[in-house]
């Protein structure tokens, strides 16, 4: 009897505890993951300009793009599946970017041509490259402050 009653507090305290420190919430760690990656990425940019140019030449190879959808497909599915919560706090971004890349990947893979046609119009346009990243590291840092303290 005492055994049960002694096995009773421990997982008590280990679940009030020892999992809530050591365990992070899926929100959490995806906006870390997407807030630290956002950030790199941007900040990269930002510095090196050239690497756009790159990356659009990349892109204009159909067998690349393809390769991005279905890479942007599993991926969005992939963040889907571990969280898909449509709540009214910060982290429904995280809900959004998942279906933004899923969406992302479905339009590279069935609408290849239109998709092309966009890069070549944003390509025309480097001006905004700038504004785009630096927003791109705001949000970063953004997701990363929620990630840590929300």
Not at 39 to 47: D, Q, R, T, Y
Request: charged share 15%.
């Amino acid at each position: 009897m005492t055994m049960r009653i002694y096995e009773l507090h421990i997982r008590k305290f280990v679940t009030k505890f020892v999992i809530r420190w050591y365990v992070m919430e899926t929100a959490n760690f995806l906006a870390l993951f997407w807030g630290f990656s956002l950030a790199i990425i941007g900040f990269g940019f930002l510095l090196h300009p050239k690497h756009i140019k790159k990356v659009f030449q990349l892109m204009e190879d159909e067998g690349f793009l393809l390769f991005c959808g279905i890479f942007n497909v599993m991926l969005g599915v992939l963040l889907i599946l571990f969280y898909n919560e449509w709540t009214q706090t910060w982290k429904v971004v995280i809900t959004i970017l998942g279906w933004l890349v899923l969406a992302k990947g479905i339009i590279r893979i069935f609408f290849a041509d239109w998709a092309m046609e966009m890069m070549q119009k944003i390509k025309n346009k480097p001006d905004w490259f700038n504004f785009y990243f630096l927003g791109t590291i705001i949000f970063g840092c953004f997701l990363i402050f929620m990630g840590f303290y929300a």
